[in-house]
């Protein structure tokens, strides 16, 4: 496969890996068994050995990088390398150490399971006020939460930011855009089969709902763009209920339009 070039913005920084020392001692701060801790060095050091520099990783095709491809398994990925080394990339972006791209952010199969290295860290992205926030404007509360870890997780990974009041209005324009671009790949087929549509559509709706919790707090002054075919509510068969419904409607019609 053709190797790609790092995207600017990613080599700005000086990247690097961290010692085996600190990320030994990460790993002994864990709730884990020693067993998956050990496993947990070994990828670490496959991946070092494999990569030296970051940069040469950032450089690799993005299914290489990616490791597990659609239709694969955990236990068969077609490059356990990459695959295997997510939890230490993930360490690497919390620590300042790597900024990770939204292509491979968004084409990685499954959870990306930042919470156990981001919580060990004492970092929550303010995810729990911001949910909080959310659930008084109406948003259930599992639902509100899981839109605000999966936008902000991946902001956070690839810009740097700690917490959603570092958000800004270009963090959630810059995502939104490779939400958009992202099925024009050439090579979605080896992540993606079908569905494409309706991810980026739940992909949208929680970077939107991050972007109107951000309004309400004053952090972003851009409202959330309405959808092009939003549905709207019929109107009452009874006339006299149509007027308070109208009147509920207003009130409810910043968090119903997203």
């Avoid at 053709?2 to 990320?23: G, T």
């Avoid at 690497?92 to 791209?101: G, I, P």
């Avoid at 930042?114 to 995810?127: R, T």
């Avoid at 009874?238 to 119903?256: E, F, N």
Wanted: charged content about 25%.
């Amino acid at each position: 496969m053709q190797r790609s070039q790092p995207s600017p913005a990613l080599l700005v920084r000086n990247f690097h890996h961290c010692s085996d020392d600190e990320y030994a001692k990460f790993l002994t701060g864990l709730p884990v068994t020693p067993e998956f801790r050990r496993m947990r060095h070994r990828y670490r050091r496959d991946f070092v050995e494999r990569w030296p520099k970051l940069e040469d990783w950032l450089a690799e095709p993005l299914p290489e990088r990616v490791g597990r491809l659609c239709g694969e398994t955990q236990k068969s990925p077609s490059y356990p390398v990459s695959y295997r080394a997510r939890s230490y990339l993930f360490y690497l972006a919390l620590t300042d150490r790597v900024l990770l791209d939204y292509d491979w952010l968004l084409a990685a199969i499954g959870d990306l399971a930042i919470g156990p290295v981001a919580s060990p860290l004492g970092i929550h992205f303010g995810v729990p006020k911001l949910a909080a926030d959310g659930v008084r404007h109406g948003y259930r509360p599992s639902s509100v939460a899981a839109s605000m870890r999966w936008a902000l997780s991946r902001i956070a990974l690839h810009s740097g930011v700690r917490s959603a009041d570092e958000v800004r209005s270009d963090h959630i324009a810059e995502l939104l855009t490779a939400i958009e671009r992202f099925d024009e790949r050439h090579d979605i087929s080896v992540f993606r089969t079908a569905g494409i549509a309706s991810l980026k559509r739940y992909w949208r709706i929680d970077t939107r709902q991050l972007q109107l919790l951000l309004y309400h707090r004053g952090r972003v002054s851009e409202f959330p763009a309405l959808p092009s075919k939003r549905r709207e509510p019929p109107p009452s068969n009874r006339p006299v209920m149509q007027a308070p419904i109208d009147r509920w409607l207003s009130v409810r019609r910043l968090t119903l339009s997203v």
